[in-house]
T-cell receptor
Framework: GENVEQHPSTLSVQEGDSAVIKCTYS??????FPWYKQELGKRPQLIID?????GEKKDQRIAVTLNKTAKHFSLHITETQPEDSAVYFC???????????FGTGTKLQVIP | DAGITQSPRHKVTETGTPVTLRCHQT?????MYWYRQDPGHGLRLIHY???????DKGEVSDGYSVSRSKTEDFLLTLESATSSQTSVYFC????????????FGAGTRLSVL
């Protein structure tokens, strides 16, 4: 099955700075990479995803990049704001039936 | 939020008792999943369903069973709860098409004393 590693486990940045979270995956056949955000006490929610036929996707202050050769993908948050404070999870497909394997999460703290 | 309801939202039980958690969806999505979330482990798949009466094990299925008799309902049963099953349990659903997008319920916080 798929193995997803996520780093760092915690990240503190000053408001306005950028944050980068990186994930590596093992299955070269994986073709879809979502990112989920989980605020304290809430459910995980999809914030952005990327398919293997593109190298980068952007949505306002967040972007995801994919390096298929190196089998890693990254979440970039620019101009961070306090409301970006949350746990972020990456994921990659892990076999049939729409399954994914999640990374272990990154707790992002944005310091005002 | 997608139409997913988990019940109960909180439960405290004793070791050795059976516990059933319910996930109900109104989206008519084919795929349903149960995850547990523990500090340092992220979201780990317990069981999943790819249709009515079609279920399979995930990576942490020991001690858990599931049933899906209707499209909208997916039940997770702890046959004999243990303290190691204290966790937050999330149900998720996914449409038949699309790239593995999953929509999560609000979660159930279970404490086994």
């Amino acid at each position: 099955g798929e193995n997803v590693e996520q780093h760092p486990s915690t990240l503190s940045v000053q408001e306005g700075d950028s944050a980068v979270i990186k994930c590596t995956y093992s299955d070269s056949a994986s073709n879809y990479f979502p990112w989920y955000k989980q605020e304290l006490g809430k459910r995980p929610q999809l914030i952005i995803d990327i398919r293997s036929n593109v190298g980068e996707k952007k949505d306002q202050r967040i972007a995801v990049t994919l390096n298929k050769t190196a089998k890693h993908f990254s979440l970039h948050i620019t101009e961070t704001q306090p409301e970006d404070s949350a746990v972020y999870f990456c994921a990659a497909p892990s076999g049939g039936y729409q399954k994914v394997t999640f990374g272990t999460g990154t707790k992002l703290q944005v310091i005002p | 939020d997608a139409g997913i309801t988990q019940s109960p939202r909180h439960k405290v039980t004793e070791t050795g008792t059976p516990v059933t958690l319910r996930c109900h969806q109104t989206e008519n999505h084919r795929y349903m999943y149960w995850y547990r979330q523990d500090p340092g482990h992220g979201l780990r798949l317990i069981h999943y369903s790819y249709g009515v009466k079609d279920t399979d094990k995930g990576e942490v299925s020991d001690g858990y069973s599931v049933s899906r008799s209707k499209t909208e309902d997916f039940l997770l049963t702890l046959e004999s709860a243990t303290s190691s099953q204290t966790s937050v349990y999330f149900c998720a659903i996914s449409p038949a098409r699309g790239f593995n997008i999953q929509y999560f319920g609000a979660g159930t916080r279970l404490s086994v004393l």
